[in-house]
């Protein structure tokens, strides 16, 4: 599996990033912001992910997807990763991520990987969403935020 940024001009996997946020508006607008990058397997995208700068040395890990038949099979660990790694490479200090308090898989795969919860954002899915959300049975309403430092503290 090869992961990689999505060139100009290249088509938006949209059914992709869809999957992950169902808003149509909001994907645009962060994709114009960050920057996008693609899972691929034999020749077929899998995954996707958005890196989009919010504050000097801060950067927010966005719309991290896969595709429902590769689901379970490790590839959002491999999204994740890669993005870390990449934000430590641009010099950022910090790295964000939010996800719906129904999300259960995301909210251990985010901890799985070094996130900690630093805050709620409550009702963020009821007041910027038109349609209710439910995942895992959950009606999903707020935002679940979590931080990771990217630099050793050792240093």
């Known amino acids: 599996m090869d992961i990689r940024k999505l060139n100009k001009g290249e088509k938006?996997?949209?059914?992709?990033?869809?999957l992950a946020d169902p808003s149509i508006e909001i994907v645009e607008e962060y994709v114009n912001?960050?920057?996008?990058?693609v899972a691929e397997s034999e020749q077929q995208i899998v995954g996707v992910y958005v890196l989009l700068?919010?504050?000097?040395?801060?950067?927010?890990l966005v719309n991290?997807?896969?595709?429902?038949?590769?689901?379970a099979r490790g590839i959002g660990k491999l999204l994740?990763?890669?993005?870390?790694?990449?934000?430590?490479?641009?010099?950022?200090?910090t790295i964000e991520i939010g996800t719906?308090?129904?999300?259960?898989?995301?909210?251990?795969?985010?901890?799985?990987?070094?996130?900690?919860?630093?805050g709620v954002d409550r009702d963020f899915f009821v007041k910027h969403y038109h349609e209710e959300i439910v995942e895992n049975g959950i009606p999903c309403k707020d935002m679940i935020?979590?931080?990771?430092?990217?630099?050793?503290?050792?240093?």
């Open 12 to 18: 938006l996997p949209i059914e992709l990033l869809l």
């Open 33 to 37: 912001r960050g920057e996008c990058f």
């Open 53 to 60: 700068p919010t504050r000097p040395k801060t950067v927010e």
């Open 64 to 71: 991290v997807a896969v595709i429902e038949k590769k689901q």
């Open 80 to 93: 994740v990763m890669h993005a870390l790694k990449i934000a430590k490479t641009k010099g950022y200090k």
């Open 100 to 118: 719906g308090n129904s999300g259960i898989g995301q909210l251990a795969l985010y901890q799985k990987c070094g996130f900690r919860i630093i």
């Open 145 to 155: 935020r979590l931080s990771q430092d990217l630099v050793d503290e050792k240093k």
